[in-house]
């Protein structure tokens, strides 16, 4: 997905337990990648995308960029998405918490700023929690586990048909692997306006939805087996945090992410929602989200 990041920027891999984690970061002009050394080492910043059907690194793509003088940009593929390896295999939440786990020490920072998305932005605090001794802070958009509140969120197709054998991937393969179903899937559940889906947006998330085996991940997603109720944990987060939340976000709400906030006040120091923007307001408005960040990074 090397052609879908940003100038300046390389791809780089390292083996994690569950196959070889692609990402990305910056390694030549326009950037100033000599004062990534280890006499003057810079912050780091890790950008982890959302899930869903051709969800990768680029999501977060017109953001991280603004940061790479400032800060050490890592910007991964996980697992099962993107260039990343794609394993047969059954995934669950913990392959993820330990994915993200290794990555951080993989790239040998002392702690991390983690900026995350939607259900990955949920993992993030629950790996907080459980290693706190990692995180500096974090900046999520749009944090869920889908199952909060024990309220479950809405699901387009359902459970009965998702699971039954063969027939699984053939919605796959119908409903995520052509322009059509891209621009679709975009238009009317991820965007509040269609007129900002690009032509590389969509061919972006269909370069990564066509990835072989790209599936297994997907429909992990789409069975709900990666699920679970984050209202139980942000009680117990203790990293700073700050949220920002679309506006006109679907399947999570406004609502929900103030009574996720209101959880947690210590710890989540700011909740922005972001006018006329969808589930992925840093793919949909990334200057304002830049805009918010780097404001935060000032703080914290």
């Not at 990041?5 to 990402?23: D, E, M, R, T």
């Not at 059954?90 to 939607?118: F, G, R």
């Not at 117990?236 to 947690?264: D, H, M």
Request: aromatic share 12%; charged share 15%.
């Amino acid at each position: 997905m090397l052609q879908f990041q940003p100038p300046g920027f390389a791809q780089k891999s390292f083996q994690s337990s569950h196959g070889k984690l692609v990402y990305y970061t910056p390694n030549s002009k326009p950037w100033k990648v000599e004062n990534v050394s280890n006499s003057h080492p810079l912050p780091t910043l890790i950008f982890l995308h959302s899930f869903g059907g051709g969800a990768s690194a680029y999501e977060w793509s017109k953001v991280y960029s603004a940061f790479a003088n400032t800060h050490r940009v890592i910007a991964p593929d996980l697992i099962g998405w993107g260039y990343s390896e794609h394993p047969s295999h059954n995934y669950q939440i913990d392959d993820y918490l330990l994915v993200i786990e290794e990555l951080i020490k993989h790239i040998n920072s002392e702690i991390v700023t983690v900026v995350a998305s939607s259900l990955t932005a949920g993992f993030c605090v629950r790996l907080a929690i459980q290693k706190p001794e990692l995180f500096h802070s974090l900046y999520l958009t749009c944090p869920s586990g889908f199952s909060d509140f024990a309220e479950g969120a809405q699901r387009r197709i359902p459970l009965e048909i998702i699971n039954i054998p063969l027939l699984d991937k053939l919605i796959y393969t119908v409903g995520a692997t052509s322009d059509f179903a891209v621009r679709s899937f975009l238009e009317r559940f991820l965007f509040a306006q269609p007129s900002r889906i690009s032509n590389e947006i969509v061919a972006a998330y269909l370069e990564s939805a066509q990835q072989p085996n790209a599936e297994y991940s997907a429909l992990a997603f789409l069975r709900g087996d990666l699920y679970f109720d984050l209202s139980l944990y942000i009680p117990k987060l203790n990293i700073p945090t700050a949220i920002a939340w679309g506006e006109k976000s679907q399947f999570v709400s406004q609502s929900l992410g103030r009574r996720l906030a209101a959880l947690n006040p210590e710890a989540v120091k700011c909740f922005d929602v972001i006018p006329d923007t969808g589930i992925l307001p840093h793919l949909e408005q990334p200057g304002v989200v830049t805009g918010l960040l780097s404001d935060w990074l000032r703080k914290f």
